[in-house]
C-alpha cells in the first residue's frame, strides 16, 4: 500500500509540473504570435492579426490544475508553510496529539471541499456548461483536476493521520529540514 500511495503523489506532482509546462508552452505561443504580428505590422504596416484562441482562459485553467495537483505532493514533501512555533516547544505525546489533531482536521475539511468539488464537475456536465472564451471548453473538464486533486490531498492528509496515529513521524515532518525550526527561532530572538 505504501508504494502505491507514494506513486499517486508523485504521480499527482507530475502531472502538476505538466501542466506548469503546458501554461510556459501557451504564453510562449502567443509571445510568438504577438511578435510575428508586430514584424508583419512593421514591414507590411498592418499585423496579420495572429493569435492563440482563449490563450488566457487555458492558461488558468492549466494554472487551477497544476495548483491542485500539486498539493498532496507539497504536503508529502514538507513544503507547505507550517506554523511549528507550538510543536518545536512541544515533544512527546502532546506533540503527537498536535499532530493527530491538526491531520484530523485537515483530513475533514480537505474531505468536503473534495466532495463539493466532484459535485461540481458533476453538476457542470449534467448541466452542459461551458467556458465563455472563443474556444467553447465544458467547464467540467478542467474541474475534474480541481477534484483530483483535492481527493488525493484528503488521502494524503488521511495517510499524515494514520502515521502519526501508529506513533510514526508524518512525511511531511521527516522532510523538513532540522534547520527550519532553528531559522524561525532565530528569527525570534530565541
Not at 496579420?48 to 508529502?76: K, N, W
Not at 461540481?120 to 483536476?145: H, N
Not at 494524503?156 to 529540514?177: H, I, Q, V
Request: net charge negative; hydrophobic share 55%.
Amino acid at each position: 500500500m505504501r508504494k502505491f500511495l507514494d506513486f499517486l503523489y508523485r504521480a499527482s506532482g507530475v502531472a502538476a509540473a505538466a501542466f506548469l509546462l503546458a501554461i510556459c508552452v501557451v504564453v510562449l505561443l502567443q509571445v510568438g504570435a504577438n511578435i510575428i504580428n508586430s514584424l508583419v505590422g512593421w514591414i507590411t504596416g498592418t499585423p496579420i492579426g495572429l493569435v492563440v484562441p482563449s490563450y488566457a482562459e487555458f492558461a488558468g485553467f492549466f494554472l487551477a490544475a497544476s495548483s491542485f495537483l500539486a498539493l498532496a505532493y507539497a504536503l508529502r514533501s514538507g513544503s507547505h508553510i507550517r506554523v511549528s512555533l507550538i510543536i518545536q516547544k512541544v515533544g512527546g505525546f502532546p506533540r503527537r496529539l498536535i499532530e493527530l489533531f491538526c491531520c484530523a482536521i485537515g483530513t475533514a475539511f480537505s474531505a468536503y471541499f473534495s466532495y463539493f468539488a466532484v459535485n461540481l464537475a458533476v453538476e457542470s456536465w449534467q448541466f452542459g456548461d461551458v467556458s465563455p472564451g472563443m474556444v467553447v471548453v465544458p467547464l467540467w473538464i478542467p474541474q475534474i483536476a480541481m477534484a483530483v486533486g483535492l481527493i488525493v490531498l484528503t488521502i494524503s492528509l488521511a495517510d499524515s493521520f494514520f502515521e502519526a496515529l501508529r506513533g510514526e513521524e508524518p512525511a511531511y515532518a521527516k522532510s523538513a529540514t532540522p534547520d527550519d525550526d532553528d531559522a524561525v527561532a532565530e528569527s525570534l530572538g530565541e
